[in-house]
Nanobody, 123 residues
Framework: QVQPVQSGEALVQPGGSLRLSCAASEFPMPYNAIGWSRQVPGKQREPVACISKSDGSTYYAGSVKGRFTISRDNAKNIVYLQMNSLNPEDTAIYHC????????????????WGQGTQVTVSS
């Protein structure tokens, strides 16, 4: 098994957009949904968004709902997070994450891998 590799840095102005991508295969444990979590230094890591493995249902944190869209290319087994209307509060390190709850994935256990992508939103 190979952990997903996440790296890089993105600089975006407020109101701008960015798309992240992540491989949805070869996670170390079975999962119910795949998506992203993020963390700001000094703050708790928080779930951001995920998409169900079984039926494609999507889930979003309240802080990003309406601005972020998660999708999946099943043929390539890649998930995408389209982030629009970015604001400074979105500045964080984003990691591809696997979620295990079948009921409410963003409120359940999850894992993340790699060094992540530093997303900085500034003017």
């Amino acid at each position: 098994q190979v952990q997903p590799v996440q790296s890089g840095e993105a600089l975006v102005q407020p109101g701008g957009s960015l798309r992240l991508s992540c491989a949805a295969s070869e996670f170390p444990m079975p999962y119910n949904a795949i998506g992203w979590s993020r963390q700001v230094p000094g703050k708790q890591r928080e779930p951001v968004a995920c998409i169900s493995k079984s039926d494609g249902s999507t889930y979003y944190a309240g802080s990003v709902k309406g601005r972020f869209t998660i999708s999946r290319d099943n043929a390539k087994n890649i998930v995408y997070l389209q982030m629009n209307s970015l604001n400074p509060e979105d500045t964080a390190i984003y990691h591809c994450s696997s979620y295990y709850s079948d009921y409410d994935p963003l409120r359940g256990d999850y894992d993340y891998w790699g060094q992540g992508t530093q997303v900085t939103v500034s003017s």
